[in-house]
């Protein structure tokens, strides 16, 4: 069991590039969840999957999208990056939303945007 | 006002020193609550959930007070190995606080 996997693990873009940070689980988990973390302010969320085929936005969804076309896989997208996206990416899994259910993280993406 | 808060520290203590973390949550209605533990530039990793009636695990105790809206961590007979960031993490969609940090000197 490989568990949350992210690729890549580093990235430098310029303002106006593109890209797509690919989060991978194996252990069929539901839901999936992409979070940013910045200096002093903790995790937020960007978007969250509650299963194949569907997305949500979360508290800062702004200038990102995602897709979930396959249970196992959750893509984030920057269409034209920005040096306010420059982060560190974590995304998370787990079976079903409760009160004692752990989300499992991957080890991040870490993204400058110069 | 943000909707998990945490004193951001960072707390400083000795070996063998009991230490006590709060995070407070504005969200009345919201049913889940987690200690996580974030070493520097890795992942979060779960401490442990947070149950109503409180729960311990080895040197950590975890209560939760529904009235006052605050979740603590308690940590005792601190161990250099406990330095890190602690971060409370309420609700289903996974609302963090800022974390803690934590230095154990020896």
């Known amino acids: 069991n490989a568990g949350v996997t992210q690729t890549p693990k580093f990235r430098v873009l310029k303002t106006g590039q593109s890209m797509t940070l690919l989060c991978a689980q194996d252990?069929?988990?539901?839901?999936m969840y992409w979070y940013r973390q910045d200096p002093g302010m903790g995790l937020r969320l960007i978007h969250y999957?509650?299963?194949?085929?569907?997305?949500a936005k979360g508290e800062v969804p702004d200038g990102y999208n995602v897709s979930r076309l396959k249970k196992q896989n959750f893509l984030l997208g920057l269409e034209s990056a920005a040096p306010s996206q420059t982060s560190v990416y974590f995304c998370?899994?787990?079976?079903?939303?409760?009160?004692?259910?752990?989300?499992?993280f991957g080890p991040g993406t870490r993204l400058t945007v110069l | 006002r943000k909707e998990v808060e945490q004193d951001p520290g960072p707390f400083n203590v000795p070996e063998g020193a009991t230490v006590a973390f709060n995070c407070t949550y504005s969200?009345?209605?919201?049913?889940?609550f987690f200690w996580y533990r974030q070493d520097c530039r890795k992942e979060p990793k779960l401490l442990m959930s947070?149950?109503?009636s409180g729960n311990e695990d080895g040197r950590f105790t975890a209560q939760l007070n529904r009235a006052s809206q605050y979740i603590s961590l308690l940590i005792r007979d601190s161990k250099l190995s406990d330095s890190a960031t602690y971060l409370c993490?309420?609700?289903?969609?996974?609302?963090f606080g800022a974390g803690t940090r934590l230095t154990v000197k020896p």
């Open positions: 998370a899994s787990f079976p079903v939303v409760g009160p004692y259910n752990e989300q499992f």
């Open positions: 252990m069929n988990h539901e839901y």
């Open positions: 999957s509650v299963g194949e085929g569907t997305t």
């Open positions: 969200n009345s209605a919201s049913q889940s």
């Open positions: 947070v149950y109503s």
């Open positions: 993490v309420v609700g289903a969609l996974g609302r």
